[in-house]
Each structure stands twice: as structure tokens, then as C-alpha cells.
């Protein structure tokens, strides 16, 4: 069953939450706690705040993207130049604890370098398949998450950890992380903020809709709602 919890403060309210999860995991001194990112403008903000912290040793994270355009990294569009410029460069994170998807590779070759990369960590730390410590989600109002679009191949995906996935009504190429790691995540929070895609929330929280994000069915699913 998953969580809701209405934010007031959507921004410094949600940094305090994420934040919350890495400075505990980082208390026992011993593993990188694994975040994945989401793009989007809602998170922007989010990361900019979570920079500023000093509580957090980035060193000790381990980054990867839900999903990427399939554009160079300093592009406009790109997930990666939203995240580098809100917090990687402001934050001092290292480049060792990113893990980037390559947007300006062909897409199935970037797909499946980064689905490798993530099977060798999962192999390293003796995983079936690699485990998230926290997963952020965004949700389009058309209930699509990561790029897990409606009636796109990438929904029915069942072995690999990330993929290329045709988006027809963008007539473009994403790259997206599959449901397989998605679920695999010890916990997934979506960020969702503003009144309209409330119905879209409704919805997937009571079952039984069409939407890509009522599909993901982690160890726990939070949704912070501004």
C-alpha cells in the first residue's frame, strides 16, 4: 500500500525527506546509498536544496538516472545537464559517484551499456539484480513515469534494467529504467507538485487504472504531493 503525505513546503519539505534517508543509511559507516534521479522541472529545485546540505558525504552516494533524452549531455534537454547544474557542480559531487546515462550514444547501444553496467554492480555486491536504496519518480498527466510511456514497448519489459524506448507522441528515443529495477528498489517516492495532475494521482492510487505508474510496485512507495 503506498504512502501519501501532503507537503506544505513541497520543496524544503521533500529535501528534508530525501536527505533524511541517505544521512541515516550513511550512519552505519558502511555502504554508498544508491539514489536514482528523475529529470523534469519539478526536482530542479529539490537538488539545488539538497547541494547546499552539509550533512550528506556525496562520496558516499552512488547516482543513476530513471531516464535520459536521448541528446548530448550539455543539452537543453538533457536529464544529466539539469542535474549537474542544480546539483552536481554546486554540491562537489564527485564524478566517480555518477553514473550517467549516455543520451548521445545510439539509443539501444546506451540502453544496453547501462543495463551491463547496472548487472555488473548487482554481481559486485551479490544482488540478483541491483537494489536502489530510493528511486525519485516524476509522474506526466498522462501517468507515464521514468519514460515508461502508455502503450510503449519499454512497459513490457521483463529481464533488462534499462532500455530505449520509442515515445510516438514525441516521435523521439528515450532511454528509462524497466519495472524489473524499479521494483527491485527497497523504496521509490514520487515527487508530484501542483493541482493538475491530482485526478492522474487519484487514479493510480485506486487501482486498477491504465497508467505506467501504478505499475510500480517497490518494497515502499511514497508519494509527496505539493
Known amino acids: ?36 534521479l528523475c529529470g523534469g522541472s519539478t526536482p530542479k529545485s529539490i537538488y539545488a536544496a539538497l547541494a547546499k546540505r552539509d550533512d550528506i558525504d556525496w562520496e558516499r552516494v552512488l547516482l543513476t538516472f530513471g531516464d535520459e533524452r536521448c541528446v548530448p549531455p550539455d543539452h537543453a534537454d538533457s536529464n544529466y545537464r539539469m542535474v549537474k ?30 543495463d551491463g553496467q547496472l548487472k555488473k554492480l548487482a554481481q559486485l555486491a551479490g544482488e540478483e539484480r541491483f537494489v536502489h536504496d530510493l528511486i525519485l519518480l516524476g509522474m506526466g498527466d498522462d501517468g507515464h513515469t521514468a ?19 520509442f515515445v510516438p507522441k514525441f516521435d523521439s528515443w528515450r532511454l528509462t529504467l524497466t519495472y524489473p529495477v524499479i521494483n527491485a528498489a527497497r523504496e521509490v517516492a514520487f515527487l508530484v507538485n501542483g493541482e493538475k495532475k491530482r485526478p492522474v494521482v487519484d487514479e493510480v492510487l485506486a487501482g486498477g487504472s491504465p497508467h505506467p505508474a501504478e505499475r510500480v510496485k517497490a518494497g515502499v512507495v511514497t508519494w509527496l504531493l505539493g
Open 1 to 36: 500500500m503506498a504512502e501519501v503525505i501532503e507537503l506544505q513546503d513541497f520543496v524544503a519539505e521533500a529535501t528534508e525527506w530525501i536527505a533524511s534517508r541517505i544521512v541515516a543509511k550513511q550512519a552505519d559507516g558502511l555502504s554508498a546509498f544508491r539514489l536514482s
Open 85 to 114: 547544474e542544480a546539483l552536481l557542480d554546486p554540491g562537489g559531487v564527485p564524478n566517480a559517484s555518477v553514473m550517467r546515462m549516455a543520451g548521445e550514444m545510439e539509443p539501444e547501444e546506451a540502453a544496453a551499456r547501462y
Open 147 to 165: 519514460s515508461l510511456f502508455p502503450e510503449t514497448a519499454a512497459l513490457d519489459e521483463t529481464e533488462r534494467n534499462a532500455v530505449a524506448n
